[in-house]
C-alpha cells in the first residue's frame, strides 16, 4: 500500500475542497492517504478581513513531514499566474531534505484554481511542478483519459499538468462535478503510479 500526501493550501474553500476529491481518488486505488495544509502566513486580522476560510479540519504540516510520502500531491490557489506565497514559503523550507535528496524518485502531482478561465492555473501548476521536480520527484499529470477536460459546453477545469477548477471573481462558484472528477482521476493515477514504484 502506497502512502500519500495531499498537500494545500487554500485561502476560500475551493482547493481544500479539490483536495478531498483527490484524496478519494487515491484512496480508491488502494492507497494510505493523509490531507494537510500549510501554514497560514497572512495576519489573523487580514485573513478576516479578505472572508478567509479559517475552518478547516486538516491538520498543517511540517516540512519533515514530507519524507514520510510516497507520493505528495500539491496544491494551491493561483496568485498572478503562479502558485500562492504560503505554499512557496512552505516549500523554500525544503531545503535540508532536498539536499538529501530525501524525496528522490517519490511521485510528485499538481493541482490549482483560479478565478477566471484565463487565470494563470497552467503556469501556476507549472510552478508547483518545477519545485517537484527540482525535489527529484517523478510527475504525474491529468491526461485525457479524463475526457471531461475536453468539454466546450461548459466551463471545465483540467489540463495535461493536473486538476484545475474556476473558482470565479468573487469565489463563488464551486468546484463542479467534472473537476471533482478530474480531481480523482488525478489521484488514483497518482496512487497506482506509486504503488508500481513502491509496491
Known sequence: MSKVLVLYYSSYGHIET??????????????????????????????????????????????????????????????????????????????GLWARGALNGKVGAAFSSSATQHGGQETTLFSI????????MTIVGLPYSHQGQMSVDEIVGGAPYGATTVAGGDGSRQPTEIDLAGARHQGELVAKTAARLFG
Not at 129 to 136: A, R, V
Open 18 to 95: 479539490m483536495a478531498q476529491a483527490i484524496a478519494e481518488g487515491a484512496r480508491s486505488a488502494g492507497a494510505e492517504v493523509d490531507i494537510k495544509r500549510v501554514p497560514e502566513t497572512v495576519p489573523l486580522d487580514v485573513a478576516k478581513g479578505a472572508h478567509f476560510k479559517l475552518d478547516q479540519s486538516a491538520p498543517v504540516a511540517a516540512v519533515a513531514d514530507l519524507e514520510k510520502y510516497d507520493a505528495i500531491i500539491v496544491g494551491t490557489g493561483t496568485r498572478f499566474g503562479r502558485m500562492s506565497s504560503q505554499m512557496a514559503a512552505f516549500l523554500d523550507q525544503a531545503g
Open 129 to 136: 511542478i518545477t519545485n517537484l521536480l527540482h525535489f527529484g
